[in-house]
């Protein structure tokens, strides 16, 4: 059956725009995946490529929170869609006892074994994320009195805690600043949702993005749990010129040092 030169540029039509919608969509979508390292997940959450292909964007994390923190990313976020994240300056985690977000999780996108202590559920433990102080805008920097953060912190003294200062600008007066502690702090983001600066100058990221690595070579020799890493350390050999003489040769060369 021949079709009319109509129907034929009706056809064309219709093909290109699907295919520039499908272009649309596919954009749409690698944006959402390239934001996603900014995110912050509930409590318990695996890291972010083994969340995602664990998380069946069921929302129930979401329906199970008391204090509606958890938000379903959806188009238009810069988000995985479907899936669960908080904005602490909205609405922080409040470290519910109990984590409920996290036992009805059905495919264990969110662990029990993550937020847990002697097999028994435990908020302290989580790692959502780590508190980062910009010193610059924070006020307790300049020297006047703010101590927003560390009340808010659930942990009181532990992961947050306060350090005087003396005022270099004056040299006669002290401040007081809050200090992060990195290995107890859980990202809940209270301290974030406290700060009385316009914009936060505490704020939450994922610690794999606020956080450096020393790597396996440098450890803490006072601590017994550092030390551990050792065990993960390859040798690494280099061979240079130098390398094939005696050290003692080496370090009584003086050639190029008392050369005019």
Request: charged share 25%; with cysteine; glycine share 6%.
């Amino acid at each position: 059956m021949e079709i009319t030169r109509r129907e034929f540029f009706l056809k064309s039509a219709r093909s290109a725009g699907l295919l520039a919608l499908g272009g649309l969509v596919w954009s749409a979508y690698v944006d959402e995946v390239t934001a996603s390292k900014l995110i912050l997940r509930p409590p318990g959450a695996l890291m972010e490529k083994d969340f995602l292909a664990a998380c069946i964007k069921c929302g129930l994390c979401v329906e199970a929170c008391p204090y509606d923190t958890l938000l379903l990313a959806k188009p238009g976020d810069n988000k995985p869609l479907g899936t669960p994240y908080f904005i602490p300056r909205d609405m922080p985690c409040y470290m519910c006892p109990d984590i409920p977000c996290v036992p009805i999780c059905p495919t264990n996108a969110l662990d029990q074994s993550l937020v847990s202590k002697n097999g028994i559920l435990d908020i302290n433990s989580a790692d959502m994320g780590l508190a980062i102080i910009d010193e610059n805008s924070c006020i307790a920097f300049w020297g006047i009195q703010c101590d927003a953060c560390h009340s808010a912190c659930p942990l009181l003294n532990e992961a947050i805690s306060l350090e005087y200062r003396k005022n270099d600008r004056t040299g006669k007066h002290a401040f007081i600043v809050p200090i992060v502690h990195a290995d107890v702090c859980t990202g809940c983001g209270l301290c974030e949702r406290a700060c009385i600066t316009q914009k936060a100058s505490i704020f939450i990221l994922p610690r794999e993005i606020a956080t450096g690595r020393a790597g396996d070579h440098y450890i803490k020799s006072w601590s017994k749990k550092d030390e551990a890493r050792l065990k993960n350390a390859k040798e690494i050999n280099t061979k240079t010129k130098i390398s094939n003489r005696p050290a003692i040769d080496s370090l009584n060369d003086m050639k190029g040092l008392l050369d005019d």
